[in-house]
């Protein structure tokens, strides 16, 4: 389905999981100088993966969708400057990925490591890529 405004991820019959995707893309499509909307559509989305994984049995089905709603917003905030805001976004993402591990910590280590040089932490940043460089890769058995 074409993703046209952020109300599309709220159409009759999508279930949880696709209407945070569909806040995600909108979010990611938006132009730069939009930030308003996609920003606001990217915080609903953390919004409905937290509701979602407190609401599950087991939680940590839906971490990685709460990890990735929070890098988008991550990187959102950094394309328009607010490092100081992305950084512990991007800390969350990091925290709820380490019992994932995989591409899903290095993604989120990438993104911290992107958020701490923004900050000008440059020696926190090349040891978060070193970390990132360190996570072994997914069993492929």
Request: with cysteine; glycine share 8%.
């Amino acid at each position: 389905m074409t993703r046209n405004g952020p109300d599309d991820a709220t159409r009759k019959g999508s279930s949880d999981v696709e209407a945070i995707e569909g806040l995600l893309a909108f979010a990611q499509t938006r132009p730069r100088w939009s930030g308003s909307a996609a920003l606001k559509s990217a915080s609903e989305a953390i919004a409905k993966s937290r509701a979602l994984a407190l609401a599950e049995k087991s939680p940590g089905e839906r971490t990685a969708l709460l990890a990735r709603c929070l890098r988008t917003t991550a990187k959102l905030l950094m394309k328009r400057g607010r490092a100081t805001e992305a950084l512990p976004l991007a800390q969350e993402a990091v925290a709820l990925t380490r019992s994932l591990g995989g591409g899903a910590l290095v993604t989120s280590l990438v993104c911290l490591a992107s958020a701490q040089e923004a900050l000008h932490r440059y020696s926190d940043a090349a040891a978060t890529i070193a970390e990132a460089d360190q996570v072994p890769p997914p069993d492929p058995g």
